[in-house]
């Protein structure tokens, strides 16, 4: 913070040498009479003499003169009584070794050695401190009446950090007014000089009845609904809003005012934040090397940045596309500069290379998160639909098996249930590659089966975005198009634990809520743009695309699932029987049939080999509605 009132700390040194013979000289006064005050004199004089030669280097010592006193707080209290105490110590230490020595009058009051200087020292020194801090509050809060003045959501911690900032920062043009909080105890009570004005309900009065130009929501751990209130009575109101990061989204980060921005979609749809056993993924992580495929894409990324917080020996970033490997290898050496990280550019469907990775490597988990994804893409190109999600995952697999890795985690898809399109009847097949192996090595492999995820590449949520910039219009394909929604962070979150409690052979589904109507979310999106749907911006609807339903299902029909230890985590209880040499004649017959691009006969067969697959119903796809 640039000011005059950042006192260089050379100025302190020189007040603390005033504050020293003030403090020693008020001693002698306050404990003698005015009759004794001239014989006790050159004691005092002594006395000064020994404290400015102690106490400097002491202060010193224990780093007054390295302190933001600006930024005092708590722990700089804490450190002044150490260094007051110490400093009054070994001054009453000198004193007394020069009072037995016959260097200083025999009869000099002990009390002024014991007591009196230390408290005196102690308020001087420490007020001295604080003054600074309450100088540069004041100095700030002159800027008030130009300053943008905020009302923050939650007087919980994030709260209470949040306004901190706000008041001692000069660089940040915000001014808190005050707290709403639903919890009954903190009504009317003020958190650094800030009152709780009320509860979340009663925003809307409280907008109306106070200047406010600016609205932030400090909860982390708010769901959705809560953030969808604060929105839609901010944007009737026209008074914008802020929000601070879920509470996935903060994992292995910080609560600052760095961190907040604009409300997005992931805010409005956020579910209430779910524990993870802490202890159980770290047994699984720590310490060991870690290989993640795909980890230039959206939940590879995610991976990454999660497992790095539990300081695995290496974390090997495997990706085909350069550009998102090096994007995702600076990232994590910023937040994670002592972690050893190896970026390694290699195609799954390189079966001679992947080998080799592993041999060199030797990793210990395994995430495979490397799959093609875009369903009208994969239907017009499925040959390279089946050799990216059916060899690369059969490379995947066998690397492992041959180098003995301990876990390995296939990250799959909803589309894979009753697969009608390419995409999901590939990534079928690689889950039974996977179930087989693990059946047969008895490894903990393991399938992790979720639906779609906000905000990933090639997702609905960006398509939207761009479309509201163009001014419109949004092409939704059916008015009641529903699908399953999480953000990356929760999924990889709920991943990471499914990971840890896999022994082999399991299908893992994440709970992903109730389905969300696309035109919901289509009309959030543009509000969330400060835009009306159907006034400013249309929405048209082009038809469901060829390979689509109309909703997705989470598991086959006829087949349980069962809770497992985590609530948001389910298993299946049937397992499926996987026919190995069937299996592997089928693979092989798609490969061959992918090199020689036979696309009628790489449907048919998959079609044939996957249970309950309907993939030649589809009608070709048309390119022009690929969006």
Same mark, same amino acid.
């Given at each position: 913070?640039?000011?005059?009132?950042?006192?260089?700390?050379?100025?302190?040194?020189?007040?603390?040498?005033?504050?020293?013979?003030?403090?020693?000289?008020?001693?002698?006064?306050?404990?003698?009479?005015?009759?004794?005050?001239?014989?006790?004199?050159?004691?005092?004089?002594?006395?000064?003499?020994?404290?400015?030669?102690?106490?400097?280097?002491?202060?010193?010592?224990?780093?007054?003169?390295?302190?933001?006193?600006?930024?005092?707080?708590?722990?700089?209290?804490?450190?002044?009584?150490?260094?007051?105490?110490?400093?009054?110590?070994?001054?009453?230490?000198?004193?007394?070794?020069?009072?037995?020595?016959?260097?200083?009058?025999?009869?000099?009051?002990?009390?002024?050695?014991?007591?009196?200087?230390?408290?005196?020292?102690?308020?001087?020194?420490?007020?001295?401190?604080?003054?600074? =801090?309450?100088?540069?509050?004041?100095?700030?809060?002159?800027?008030?009446?130009?300053? =943008?003045?905020?009302?923050?959501?939650?007087?919980?911690?994030? @709260?209470?950090?949040?306004?901190?900032?706000?008041?001692?920062?000069?660089?940040?043009?915000?001014?808190?007014?005050?707290?709403?909080?639903?919890?009954?105890?903190?009504?009317?009570?003020?958190?650094?000089?800030?009152?709780?004005?009320?509860?979340?309900?009663?925003?809307?009065?409280?907008?109306?009845?106070?200047?406010?130009?600016?609205?932030?929501?400090?909860?982390?751990?708010?769901?959705?609904?809560?953030?969808?209130?604060?929105?839609?009575?901010? =944007?009737?109101?026209?008074?914008?809003?802020?929000?601070?990061?879920?509470?996935?989204?903060?994992?292995?980060?910080?609560?600052?005012?760095?961190?907040?921005?604009?409300?997005?979609?992931?805010?409005?749809?956020?579910?209430?934040?779910?524990?993870?056993?802490?202890?159980?993924?770290?047994?699984?992580?720590? @310490?060991?090397?870690?290989?993640?495929?795909?980890?230039?894409?959206?939940?590879?990324?995610?991976?990454?940045?999660?497992?790095?917080?539990?300081?695995?020996?290496?974390?090997?970033?495997?990706?085909?596309?350069?550009?998102?490997?090096?994007?995702?290898?600076?990232?994590?050496?910023?937040?994670?500069?002592?972690?050893?990280?190896?970026?390694?550019?290699?195609?799954?469907?390189?079966?001679?290379?992947?080998?080799?990775?592993?041999?060199?490597?030797?990793?210990?988990?395994?995430?495979?998160?490397?799959?093609?994804?875009?369903?009208?893409?994969?239907?017009?190109?499925?040959?390279?639909?089946?050799?990216?999600?059916?060899?690369?995952?059969?490379?995947?697999?066998?690397?492992?098996?041959?180098?003995?890795?301990?876990?390995?985690?296939?990250?799959?898809?909803?589309?894979?249930?009753?697969?009608?399109?390419?995409?999901?009847?590939?990534?079928?097949?690689?889950?039974?590659?996977?179930?087989?192996?693990?059946?047969?090595?008895?490894?903990?492999?393991?399938?992790? =089966?979720?639906?779609?995820?906000?905000?990933?590449?090639?997702?609905?949520?960006?398509?939207?975005?761009?479309?509201?910039?163009?001014?419109?219009?949004?092409?939704?394909?059916?008015?009641?198009?529903?699908?399953?929604?999480?953000?990356?962070?929760?999924?990889?979150?709920?991943?990471? +634990?499914?990971?840890?409690?896999?022994?082999?052979?399991?299908?893992?589904?994440?709970?992903?809520?109730?389905?969300?109507?696309?035109?919901?979310?289509?009309?959030?999106?543009?509000?969330?743009? @400060?835009?009306?749907?159907?006034?400013?911006?249309?929405?048209?609807?082009?038809?469901?695309?060829?390979?689509?339903?109309?909703?997705?299902?989470?598991?086959?029909?006829?087949?349980?699932?069962?809770?497992?230890?985590?609530?948001?985590?389910?298993?299946?209880?049937?397992?499926?029987?996987?026919?190995?040499?069937?299996?592997?004649?089928?693979?092989?017959?798609?490969?061959?049939?992918?090199? +020689?691009?036979?696309?009628?006969?790489?449907?048919?067969?998959?079609?044939?080999?996957?249970?309950?697959?309907?993939?030649?119903?589809?009608?070709?796809?048309?390119?022009?509605?690929?969006?």
């Amino acid at each position: 913070m640039k000011s005059r009132l950042q006192i260089r700390n050379r100025f302190v040194l020189i007040g603390d040498i005033a504050l020293i013979i003030i403090s020693v000289l008020g001693s002698f006064a306050l404990r003698l009479d005015v009759g004794q005050l001239p014989f006790y004199f050159p004691a005092a004089l002594t006395m000064c003499a020994v404290a400015l030669l102690v106490k400097l280097p002491v202060y010193y010592f224990f780093g007054l003169y390295r302190r933001l006193w600006v930024y005092a707080s708590t722990n700089e209290l804490r450190l002044i009584i150490a260094a007051v105490s110490a400093a009054s110590v070994l001054t009453s230490g000198v004193m007394l070794a020069l009072i037995s020595f016959g260097f200083v009058i025999p009869g000099m009051p002990r009390s002024v050695l014991y007591g009196i200087d230390w408290l005196l020292s102690l308020v001087l020194i420490g007020g001295s401190r604080f003054a600074l =801090r309450i100088l540069a509050e004041q100095s700030s809060a002159l800027k008030n009446g130009k300053s =943008r003045r905020v009302l923050i959501i939650g007087a919980g911690d994030a @709260g209470a950090l949040v306004a901190r900032e706000l008041q001692k920062s000069s660089q940040i043009n915000f001014y808190p007014v005050g707290f709403l909080d639903d919890d009954p105890a903190k009504q009317k009570h003020e958190i650094y000089g800030i009152q709780v004005i009320g509860k979340v309900t009663d925003l809307a009065e409280v907008l109306d009845n106070h200047q406010v130009d600016e609205v932030i929501i400090a909860i982390p751990s708010a769901p959705g609904r809560i953030v969808r209130l604060v929105n839609d009575v901010c =944007r009737l109101k026209g008074i914008p809003s802020r929000t601070m990061p879920g509470i996935f989204e903060l994992i292995g980060g910080k609560v600052s005012v760095n961190r907040l921005r604009e409300v997005d979609i992931t805010d409005l749809l956020r579910r209430d934040p779910v524990k993870i056993d802490d202890h159980l993924v770290g047994t699984t992580f720590s @310490g060991k090397r870690v290989l993640v495929t795909g980890a230039g894409g959206s939940i590879g990324r995610e991976i990454c940045r999660q497992v790095a917080r539990w300081s695995p020996a290496q974390l090997v970033l495997l990706g085909h596309g350069e550009n998102s490997i090096f994007e995702s290898l600076l990232e994590l050496h910023e937040n994670f500069s002592s972690l050893p990280i190896q970026p390694v550019i290699a195609d799954v469907r390189d079966t001679s290379r992947i080998q080799e990775l592993f041999k060199a490597h030797r990793p210990e988990v395994v995430f495979h998160a490397a799959a093609h994804k875009h369903v009208p893409l994969m239907e017009a190109n499925v040959e390279d639909a089946v050799t990216n999600n059916v060899l690369g995952t059969r490379n995947i697999v066998e690397a492992a098996n041959r180098h003995e890795v301990e876990r390995l985690v296939l990250i799959s898809t909803d589309k894979a249930i009753r697969p009608v399109n390419v995409m999901g009847a590939t990534k079928r097949l690689a889950e039974m590659i996977l179930l087989d192996a693990a059946h047969r090595n008895g490894r903990a492999y393991s399938v992790v =089966r979720f639906g779609n995820v906000l905000g990933s590449r090639g997702s609905v949520v960006p398509l939207f975005k761009r479309q509201i910039a163009r001014g419109g219009p949004i092409t939704v394909t059916h008015p009641d198009m529903r699908r399953y929604f999480m953000t990356i962070p929760e999924a990889v979150h709920l991943v990471l +634990q499914a990971a840890s409690m896999g022994q082999g052979g399991e299908v893992f589904l994440l709970n992903m809520g109730q389905q969300v109507r696309i035109l919901d979310l289509a009309e959030d999106l543009i509000r969330l743009s @400060g835009l009306e749907p159907g006034r400013d911006i249309e929405i048209t609807f082009t038809g469901i695309r060829p390979g689509e339903k109309l909703s997705e299902d989470l598991w086959e029909e006829g087949m349980h699932f069962q809770r497992t230890d985590h609530s948001e985590i389910y298993r299946a209880t049937e397992e499926e029987n996987v026919d190995s040499e069937r299996l592997t004649r089928a693979v092989d017959q798609l490969v061959h049939l992918s090199h +020689q691009a036979e696309t009628e006969s790489l449907i048919r067969v998959l079609d044939e080999s996957i249970p309950s697959a309907s993939v030649r119903s589809t009608p070709p796809p048309d390119m022009t509605a690929i969006i």
